[in-house]
C-alpha cells in the first residue's frame, strides 16, 4: 500500500496503518465539514463508517471515499486535497494522526530539544573545524 511521501516515516501515521489493521485501534467517528460532509484525512486507509463489515480492508484514499460514499445514499464526502500538500495542511494531517494515540504515547527516540541540540552542536563544530583550516592554509601560505 502506498501513502503521501511526508507520512511515509511518520512514527504516529506507521502505528495508525499497523494497529487498525490488527484492529488494536478504534478510530473516532468522521468529522464533518460545514455542509455536512464526511471528512476524511489524507493517507487514511480503512473506513471509519459504523458497522462496516470490511473496517480492517486497506484502500488508497480515493477508493476509500467511494467505498464510503456508497454506505448510504444520503451521506457525502467531502472532496480530497487536490494537487501539492502545503507544510501548514502537512504537518496539520500530521497532528491528526498523533492526536489518534494522545492518550497514549508512542515512545519517541529522541526529544526535540536533544535533537536541536546535537544538530546546533555539529554545525558549531563545523564552523569551528572550518575556521581552523582557514588560519592553518593562511600560515601556511606566508
Same mark, same amino acid.
Given at each position: 500500500m502506498t501513502w503521501p511521501t511526508f507520512l511515509a516515516k511518520h512514527p504516529a501515521y506507521l502505528r495508525y496503518v499497523r494497529e487498525v489493521a490488527s484492529g488494536e485501534l478504534v478510530? +473516532?467517528?468522521y468529522e464533518r465539514d460545514q455542509k455536512n460532509r464526511l471528512i476524511l484525512q489524507v493517507g487514511e486507509q480503512y473506513c471509519r463508517y459504523p458497522g462496516c463489515?470490511?473496517?480492517g480492508? +486497506?484502500?488508497r484514499t480515493g477508493n476509500l471515499r467511494k467505498h464510503v460514499g456508497r454506505h448510504s445514499e444520503d451521506l457525502q464526502v467531502a472532496d480530497g486535497v487536490i494537487g501539492r500538500i502545503s507544510y501548514i495542511e502537512q504537518e496539520k494531517i500530521r497532528a491528526w494522526y498523533n492526536s489518534l494515540f494522545a492518550s497514549d504515547p508512542a515512545p519517541s527516540s529522541t526529544s526535540p530539544s536533544v535533537a536541536i541540540y546535537r544538530s546546533s552542536n555539529r554545525n558549531m563544530n563545523r564552523k569551528i573545524n572550518r575556521s581552523t583550516n582557514r588560519n592553518t592554509n593562511r600560515k601556511a601560505n606566508a
Amino acid at each position: 500500500m502506498t501513502w503521501p511521501t511526508f507520512l511515509a516515516k511518520h512514527p504516529a501515521y506507521l502505528r495508525y496503518v499497523r494497529e487498525v489493521a490488527s484492529g488494536e485501534l478504534v478510530m +473516532p467517528e468522521y468529522e464533518r465539514d460545514q455542509k455536512n460532509r464526511l471528512i476524511l484525512q489524507v493517507g487514511e486507509q480503512y473506513c471509519r463508517y459504523p458497522g462496516c463489515t470490511v473496517s480492517g480492508h +486497506p484502500y488508497r484514499t480515493g477508493n476509500l471515499r467511494k467505498h464510503v460514499g456508497r454506505h448510504s445514499e444520503d451521506l457525502q464526502v467531502a472532496d480530497g486535497v487536490i494537487g501539492r500538500i502545503s507544510y501548514i495542511e502537512q504537518e496539520k494531517i500530521r497532528a491528526w494522526y498523533n492526536s489518534l494515540f494522545a492518550s497514549d504515547p508512542a515512545p519517541s527516540s529522541t526529544s526535540p530539544s536533544v535533537a536541536i541540540y546535537r544538530s546546533s552542536n555539529r554545525n558549531m563544530n563545523r564552523k569551528i573545524n572550518r575556521s581552523t583550516n582557514r588560519n592553518t592554509n593562511r600560515k601556511a601560505n606566508a
